[in-house]
């Protein structure tokens, strides 16, 4: 299988107890599965079943009436599809992850 990369961003509702426990619980998701390359943007290096189960599972964490996710598939050529400029260094997608 090829590893792609997917950008995963979310927007979680924190206005209550229970939205702050959910962008917690996001968060620590995604740490598990990539590199945080902004505060609620991350980088996933990994396979199309990996990724179906990462989608799921963060489905499964928000409230989809208040927090939105939203995946971006930029395929296993993803050098080329990215540009980094300014703070935070970038980093090597694949080097931080086992697949």
């Known amino acids: 299988m090829h590893a792609m990369l997917t950008v995963i961003t979310y927007d979680v509702n924190t206005e209550d107890p229970e939205g702050r426990r959910r962008l917690r619980k996001v968060a620590r998701h995604c740490v598990n599965y990539g590199q945080r390359v902004q505060n609620s943007v991350f980088e996933c290096v990994?396979?199309?079943?990996?990724?179906?189960?990462?989608?799921?599972?963060?489905?499964d964490l928000i409230d989809p009436d208040k927090d939105s996710l939203r995946f971006y598939y930029l395929g296993?050529?993803?050098?080329?599809?990215?540009?980094?400029?300014?703070?935070?260094?970038?980093?090597?997608?694949?080097?931080?992850?086992?697949?």
């Open 76 to 99: 296993n050529k993803y050098q080329t599809k990215v540009e980094h400029i300014g703070a935070k260094p970038s980093y090597e997608a694949e080097g931080f992850l086992a697949l």
């Open 46 to 59: 990994a396979d199309a079943a990996t990724m179906v189960k990462i989608k799921g599972e963060l489905v």
